[in-house]
Antibody, heavy 118, light 107 residues
Framework: QVQLVESGGGVVQPGRSLRLSCAASGFTFGSFGMHWVRQAPGKGLEWVAVISFDGSKKFYADSVKGRFTISRDSSRNTLYLQMNSLRAEDTAVYYC???????????WGQGTLVTVSS | EIVLTQSPATLSLSPGERATLSCRASQSVSGYLAWYQQKPGQAPRLLIYDAFNRATGIPARFSGSGSGTDFTLTISSLEPEDIAVYYCQQRNSWPLTFGGGTKVEIK
Protein backbone atom coordinates (compact mmCIF):
# COMPACT_ATOMS: atom_id res chain seq x y z
CA GLN A 1 0.00 0.00 0.00
CA VAL A 2 1.08 3.58 -0.55
CA GLN A 3 3.02 5.08 2.34
CA LEU A 4 4.44 8.57 2.68
CA VAL A 5 6.50 9.32 5.78
CA GLU A 6 7.70 12.86 6.44
CA SER A 7 10.61 13.73 8.71
CA GLY A 8 12.89 16.64 9.49
CA GLY A 9 10.53 18.98 11.29
CA GLY A 10 11.37 20.73 14.51
CA VAL A 11 11.92 24.09 16.16
CA VAL A 12 14.15 26.53 14.28
CA GLN A 13 15.01 30.19 14.74
CA PRO A 14 13.87 32.81 12.23
CA GLY A 15 16.29 33.16 9.34
CA ARG A 16 17.64 29.64 9.70
CA SER A 17 17.21 26.63 7.39
CA LEU A 18 15.61 23.21 7.59
CA ARG A 19 15.28 20.31 5.17
CA LEU A 20 12.21 18.09 5.17
CA SER A 21 12.18 14.59 3.73
CA CYS A 22 9.32 12.37 2.58
CA ALA A 23 10.05 8.66 2.16
CA ALA A 24 7.71 7.02 -0.34
CA SER A 25 6.82 3.37 -0.77
CA GLY A 26 4.12 1.18 -2.27
CA PHE A 27 4.09 2.80 -5.71
CA THR A 28 6.42 3.64 -8.60
CA PHE A 29 7.80 6.90 -7.19
CA GLY A 30 9.37 8.01 -10.45
CA SER A 31 6.02 7.98 -12.26
CA PHE A 32 4.15 10.59 -10.21
CA GLY A 33 4.31 14.27 -9.47
CA MET A 34 4.73 15.09 -5.79
CA HIS A 35 3.66 18.06 -3.70
CA TRP A 36 4.20 19.76 -0.37
CA VAL A 37 1.13 21.22 1.35
CA ARG A 38 1.18 22.98 4.72
CA GLN A 39 -1.29 23.82 7.43
CA ALA A 40 -0.64 26.48 10.06
CA PRO A 41 -1.98 25.65 13.54
CA GLY A 42 -5.77 25.91 13.53
CA LYS A 43 -5.83 27.15 9.93
CA GLY A 44 -6.66 25.81 6.48
CA LEU A 45 -4.55 24.12 3.85
CA GLU A 46 -1.96 25.94 1.74
CA TRP A 47 -0.25 24.42 -1.26
CA VAL A 48 3.53 25.01 -1.16
CA ALA A 49 5.29 23.37 -4.12
CA VAL A 50 5.16 20.67 -6.78
CA ILE A 51 7.77 18.70 -8.68
CA SER A 52 7.00 16.73 -11.83
CA PHE A 53 7.49 12.99 -12.05
CA ASP A 54 10.95 13.38 -13.61
CA GLY A 55 12.01 16.46 -11.67
CA SER A 56 12.09 18.66 -14.75
CA LYS A 57 9.32 21.03 -13.68
CA LYS A 58 8.83 22.79 -10.37
CA PHE A 59 6.28 25.37 -9.24
CA TYR A 60 6.03 27.26 -5.97
CA ALA A 61 3.54 29.34 -4.03
CA ASP A 62 4.46 33.02 -4.05
CA SER A 63 4.82 32.92 -0.26
CA VAL A 64 7.84 30.58 -0.49
CA LYS A 65 9.29 31.36 -3.93
CA GLY A 66 13.01 32.09 -3.72
CA ARG A 67 13.30 30.64 -0.21
CA PHE A 68 12.13 27.01 -0.57
CA THR A 69 13.38 24.39 -3.03
CA ILE A 70 11.61 21.13 -3.85
CA SER A 71 13.62 18.17 -5.12
CA ARG A 72 13.42 14.41 -5.45
CA ASP A 73 15.76 11.44 -5.51
CA SER A 74 14.16 8.56 -7.36
CA SER A 75 17.01 6.21 -6.40
CA ARG A 76 16.00 6.72 -2.77
CA ASN A 77 12.23 7.14 -3.39
CA THR A 78 12.45 10.36 -1.41
CA LEU A 79 11.01 13.86 -1.79
CA TYR A 80 12.68 16.86 -0.19
CA LEU A 81 11.85 20.43 0.75
CA GLN A 82 14.79 22.70 1.50
CA MET A 83 13.52 25.68 3.48
CA ASN A 84 15.81 28.70 3.84
CA SER A 85 15.30 32.10 5.46
CA LEU A 86 12.49 30.73 7.60
CA ARG A 87 9.90 33.11 9.02
CA ALA A 88 7.41 32.83 11.86
CA GLU A 89 4.62 32.55 9.29
CA ASP A 90 6.19 29.34 7.95
CA THR A 91 5.16 27.60 11.17
CA ALA A 92 2.91 24.73 10.09
CA VAL A 93 2.46 21.02 9.68
CA TYR A 94 4.02 20.12 6.35
CA TYR A 95 2.49 17.26 4.37
CA CYS A 96 3.86 15.55 1.32
CA UNK A 97 1.27 14.32 -1.14
CA UNK A 98 1.22 12.06 -4.19
CA UNK A 99 -0.75 13.02 -7.28
CA UNK A 100 -3.62 11.00 -8.69
CA UNK A 101 -4.34 12.55 -12.06
CA UNK A 102 -2.92 16.01 -12.50
CA UNK A 103 -2.58 17.95 -9.28
CA UNK A 104 -5.11 16.07 -7.18
CA UNK A 105 -3.63 15.03 -3.84
CA UNK A 106 -4.39 11.33 -3.73
CA UNK A 107 -2.27 10.14 -0.82
CA TRP A 108 -0.90 12.19 2.07
CA GLY A 109 1.73 11.60 4.69
CA GLN A 110 1.04 12.10 8.39
CA GLY A 111 2.80 15.47 8.36
CA THR A 112 5.79 16.94 10.18
CA LEU A 113 5.57 20.06 12.34
CA VAL A 114 7.88 22.98 11.69
CA THR A 115 7.95 25.71 14.33
CA VAL A 116 9.84 28.91 13.57
CA SER A 117 10.47 30.76 16.80
CA SER A 118 13.24 32.53 18.64
CA GLU B 1 -4.56 33.61 -8.12
CA ILE B 2 -7.94 31.87 -8.06
CA VAL B 3 -9.78 32.40 -4.79
CA LEU B 4 -12.13 29.65 -3.62
CA THR B 5 -14.90 30.66 -1.24
CA GLN B 6 -16.66 27.92 0.71
CA SER B 7 -20.03 28.21 2.38
CA PRO B 8 -21.36 27.85 4.91
CA ALA B 9 -18.44 28.09 7.33
CA THR B 10 -20.19 25.65 9.67
CA LEU B 11 -23.00 23.19 8.99
CA SER B 12 -24.91 21.59 11.88
CA LEU B 13 -27.09 18.66 10.90
CA SER B 14 -28.65 15.56 12.41
CA PRO B 15 -27.61 12.03 11.39
CA GLY B 16 -29.44 10.97 8.24
CA GLU B 17 -29.87 14.51 6.95
CA ARG B 18 -28.54 15.70 3.61
CA ALA B 19 -25.50 17.99 3.69
CA THR B 20 -24.85 20.45 0.88
CA LEU B 21 -21.50 22.24 0.81
CA SER B 22 -20.69 24.98 -1.68
CA CYS B 23 -17.44 26.12 -3.27
CA ARG B 24 -17.34 29.19 -5.51
CA ALA B 25 -14.30 30.17 -7.59
CA SER B 26 -13.29 33.75 -8.40
CA GLN B 27 -12.85 32.67 -12.05
CA SER B 28 -13.58 29.54 -14.00
CA VAL B 29 -11.67 26.40 -13.02
CA SER B 30 -13.42 24.35 -15.70
CA GLY B 31 -14.02 20.96 -14.07
CA TYR B 32 -10.72 20.87 -12.18
CA LEU B 33 -12.02 20.92 -8.65
CA ALA B 34 -11.43 18.42 -5.84
CA TRP B 35 -12.90 17.91 -2.37
CA TYR B 36 -11.04 16.71 0.72
CA GLN B 37 -12.17 15.62 4.17
CA GLN B 38 -10.01 16.31 7.20
CA LYS B 39 -10.77 14.88 10.62
CA PRO B 40 -9.09 16.29 13.75
CA GLY B 41 -5.46 15.26 14.05
CA GLN B 42 -5.45 13.54 10.67
CA ALA B 43 -4.18 14.31 7.20
CA PRO B 44 -6.75 15.27 4.59
CA ARG B 45 -8.34 12.56 2.46
CA LEU B 46 -9.30 12.93 -1.19
CA LEU B 47 -13.05 12.42 -1.67
CA ILE B 48 -13.88 13.79 -5.13
CA TYR B 49 -11.64 14.84 -8.01
CA ASP B 50 -12.35 16.69 -11.22
CA ALA B 51 -15.73 17.83 -9.90
CA PHE B 52 -17.62 14.54 -9.73
CA ASN B 53 -15.26 11.53 -9.67
CA ARG B 54 -15.22 9.62 -6.38
CA ALA B 55 -11.78 8.55 -5.22
CA THR B 56 -11.12 4.89 -4.46
CA GLY B 57 -12.92 3.61 -1.39
CA ILE B 58 -15.11 6.68 -0.89
CA PRO B 59 -18.71 5.81 0.05
CA ALA B 60 -21.43 6.47 -2.49
CA ARG B 61 -23.16 8.92 -0.14
CA PHE B 62 -20.51 11.47 -1.17
CA SER B 63 -21.10 13.10 -4.55
CA GLY B 64 -19.78 16.16 -6.35
CA SER B 65 -21.25 18.38 -9.03
CA GLY B 66 -20.68 21.66 -10.82
CA SER B 67 -18.41 23.28 -13.36
CA GLY B 68 -16.92 26.66 -14.12
CA THR B 69 -17.22 28.67 -10.92
CA ASP B 70 -19.85 26.89 -8.83
CA PHE B 71 -19.41 23.49 -7.24
CA THR B 72 -21.25 21.39 -4.66
CA LEU B 73 -20.31 18.50 -2.42
CA THR B 74 -23.33 16.53 -1.23
CA ILE B 75 -23.46 14.00 1.57
CA SER B 76 -26.76 12.27 0.92
CA SER B 77 -27.30 10.93 4.44
CA LEU B 78 -24.98 12.20 7.15
CA GLU B 79 -23.20 9.60 9.27
CA PRO B 80 -21.55 10.39 12.63
CA GLU B 81 -18.13 9.57 11.13
CA ASP B 82 -18.59 12.36 8.56
CA ILE B 83 -17.83 14.97 11.22
CA ALA B 84 -14.88 16.82 9.72
CA VAL B 85 -13.73 19.91 7.89
CA TYR B 86 -14.19 19.77 4.13
CA TYR B 87 -11.96 21.67 1.71
CA CYS B 88 -12.24 22.31 -2.01
CA GLN B 89 -9.12 22.73 -4.19
CA GLN B 90 -8.61 23.82 -7.78
CA ARG B 91 -5.95 22.59 -10.18
CA ASN B 92 -6.92 24.69 -13.19
CA SER B 93 -4.09 27.17 -12.80
CA TRP B 94 -1.01 27.95 -10.74
CA PRO B 95 -0.81 28.48 -7.88
CA LEU B 96 -3.02 25.65 -6.69
CA THR B 97 -5.45 26.99 -4.13
CA PHE B 98 -7.77 25.68 -1.43
CA GLY B 99 -10.98 27.05 -0.04
CA GLY B 100 -11.19 28.07 3.60
CA GLY B 101 -13.16 24.98 4.59
CA THR B 102 -16.62 24.02 5.85
CA LYS B 103 -16.90 22.41 9.25
CA VAL B 104 -19.64 19.77 9.47
CA GLU B 105 -21.01 19.16 12.95
CA ILE B 106 -23.60 16.81 14.33
CA LYS B 107 -26.60 18.60 15.82
Amino acid sequence: QVQLVESGGGVVQPGRSLRLSCAASGFTFGSFGMHWVRQAPGKGLEWVAVISFDGSKKFYADSVKGRFTISRDSSRNTLYLQMNSLRAEDTAVYYCAKELTGSNFHYWGQGTLVTVSS
Amino acid sequence: EIVLTQSPATLSLSPGERATLSCRASQSVSGYLAWYQQKPGQAPRLLIYDAFNRATGIPARFSGSGSGTDFTLTISSLEPEDIAVYYCQQRNSWPLTFGGGTKVEIK
